[in-house]
């Protein structure tokens, strides 16, 4: 009964230290979260709360920088940016491994729509296999020569990238085709 907490109860960011409790905001009144629509910006939030909280800064400025903090590709940008574009939504994330492209896509799923289209590329230098896992394609390096029929780790990579969408090897071989050409 003596601990420290911050969490959220019934739409609302709450301090709790033992029995006691504050509640610091409404998710309404938190640009960061869309809401609470965004479960992984409001886990973020509520880190940053809890940080400052924990080392002594005043309710009033921890709300005031929740209130300002929206987010917007400005001032974060890459993490859940939301962007309106030729009347689409477009949303653009650094969703950079798997569990955050888990959040992302469940974040995504709150949102209203009349139809979804998602474009993802994992960034960075990524091992082949965590970019199968994430659905993505393996990128093959410019300097690595391909050659049909070969059996190195990028073309063993796309070939299971292919197998896991169900495609045929013949896919695989048109595809190193492709890169051979280019």
């Known amino acids: 009964a003596g601990g420290a907490a911050a969490f959220v109860r019934d739409g609302s960011i709450v301090l ?5 409790e504050t509640i ?7 640009p960061l ?3 609470g629509r ?16 924990w ?11 929740l209130a300002s903090f929206a987010g917007d590709a400005d001032s974060v940008p890459g993490r859940f940016n939301i962007l309106k574009i030729g009347g689409a939504t477009v949303i653009v994330d650094y ?10 896509v469940e974040a995504i799923r709150v949102f209203p729509h009349q139809r979804r289209v998602a474009v993802y ?3 960075g230098d990524r091992r082949d296999a965590d970019i199968v896992a994430q659905g993505g394609w393996p990128m093959v390096p410019p300097e690595q020569k391909l050659r049909v029929g070969s059996r190195g780790p990028a073309v ?7 197998i896991v969408s169900g495609d045929l090897d013949a896919a695989c071989d048109r595809l190193v085709e492709a890169l051979l050409r280019r």
């Not at 063993?156 to 292919?162: F, G, I, M, T, V």
């Open 95 to 104: 969703g950079h491994n798997r569990s955050a492209l888990a959040a992302l």
């Open 33 to 35: 979260v869309r809401d």
């Open 55 to 65: 080392l002594g800064v005043s309710l009033a400025t921890i709300r005031a920088g």
């Open 24 to 30: 610091l905001a409404p998710l309404s009144a938190v």
């Open 156 to 162: 063993a990579a796309l070939r299971q990238r292919l």
């Open 38 to 53: 965004v479960r992984f910006m409001v886990e973020n939030a509520l880190a940053g709360v809890a940080a400052a909280w």
């Open 121 to 123: 590329s994992a960034a």
């Open 16 to 20: 709790a230290r033992g029995y006691d």
